[in-house]
């Protein structure tokens, strides 16, 4: 391949790879009932990326996560990824992560299933135990 050819390919990765807004949408939201929703909302300030940590869990009912989404209402080019936990496990930690220069507007939504040590419902999330 020519140096030209390269440098447009290289151009078209790193085009779409900015263009492609991010919406985290990973796991299901079925089997899961609606656990935690959380709209986070920070301002921009010129010239910085605004980084927000969201964390859930619940201690004092615990939940196995079946499915997290991140819907960007700006329809930005602001990134979110699970940075721990996630499906599977009984937390997550969501970051946002701005452009620079621009504000953040997401709505968190995990939907889980209640864990109930050695009950049904924990037991059901891979196979139908039936009717008790
Ligand atoms: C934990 O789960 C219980 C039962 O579903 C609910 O009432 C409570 O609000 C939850 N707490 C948090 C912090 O989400």
């Not at 609606?34 to 920070?42: D, F, G, P």
């Not at 990134?79 to 452009?99: C, D, P, R, Y």
């Amino acid at each position: 391949m020519s140096p030209l050819s390269v440098s447009v390919l290289v151009f078209c990765v790193i085009f779409l790879g900015c263009v492609t807004t991010d919406h985290l949408n990973i796991g299901t939201s079925v089997n899961g009932q609606l656990a935690y929703v959380s709209n986070v909302k920070m301002s921009a300030i010129p010239f910085k990326v605004r980084v927000k940590n969201v964390f859930y869990t619940n201690e004092t009912s615990p939940k196995v996560i079946k499915g997290i989404t991140a819907i960007d209402s700006l329809n930005s080019k602001a990134k979110a990824t699970v940075t721990a936990g996630g499906v599977g496990t009984t937390f997550a930690n969501i970051k946002l992560k701005s452009e620079r220069g621009e504000g953040l507007d997401y709505q968190i939504q995990i939907f889980a299933t209640v864990l109930t040590l050695g009950g049904d419902e924990y037991a059901a999330s891979g196979v139908d135990v039936g009717v008790a």
